[in-house]
């Protein structure tokens, strides 16, 4: 019975294996392995890529920055001065800051062609609190309470699914 000669992988060359790509045969060790819906794969072969829905584009990016701040900021401003004109006894920066949240999430998102990152959550987040400072000299208690609900429904609406 001949021995079999020890084999490395070629991407971690200290890891003796005897498993092998799927596709191309190459040696690949448990490290360097990755699994698909066809079997185990090398890195080079299983090209794991996020799909495009989860990928903005600088152009859909910048779009999504402008339509989402400037709509907070607009928002923000209309609701300030409605909430002068015709003041509330409380509540009223909590639910202002709240719907600009929802609204933000919902135009970013639009913005950006339907797409959904951690950096588009970043932009719903940040217009949501810009949109806060703004309100937040009319109604500071409530301004808060609104901006952690705001910024809730706009990240919520901007989440990419778990894993992606």
């Known amino acids: 019975?001949?021995?079999s000669q020890a084999t490395y992988c070629p991407r971690d060359p200290g890891t003796e294996t005897k498993l092998r790509c799927g596709r191309c045969e190459e040696l690949i060790c448990p490290n360097c392995l990755i699994q698909t819906d066809v079997g185990s794969r090398c890195?080079?072969?299983?090209?794991?890529r996020t799909p495009p829905m989860f990928q903005a584009s600088s152009g859909e990016l910048g779009k999504a920055v402008v339509a989402g701040f400037g709509t907070a900021l607009g928002v923000a401003i209309l609701a300030s001065a409605a909430m002068l004109i015709f003041p509330l006894p409380f509540g009223g920066g909590a639910v202002a800051v709240g719907g600009i949240g929802w609204l933000v999430g919902e135009v970013v998102y639009r913005a950006s062609d339907y797409k959904q990152s951690q950096t588009l959550q970043w932009v719903g987040g940040?217009?949501?609190f810009s949109g806060f400072l703004i309100v937040s000299f009319v109604d500071p208690l409530g301004a808060i309470i609104g901006l952690i609900i705001g910024t809730?429904?706009?990240i919520?609406?901007?989440k990419p699914p778990r894993g992606i």
């Open 126 to 128: 940040l217009a949501t």
């Open 152 to 154: 809730y429904y706009a």
């Open 1 to 3: 019975m001949a021995e």
């Open 43 to 48: 890195p080079d072969c299983a090209r794991v």
């Open 156 to 158: 919520q609406r901007l």
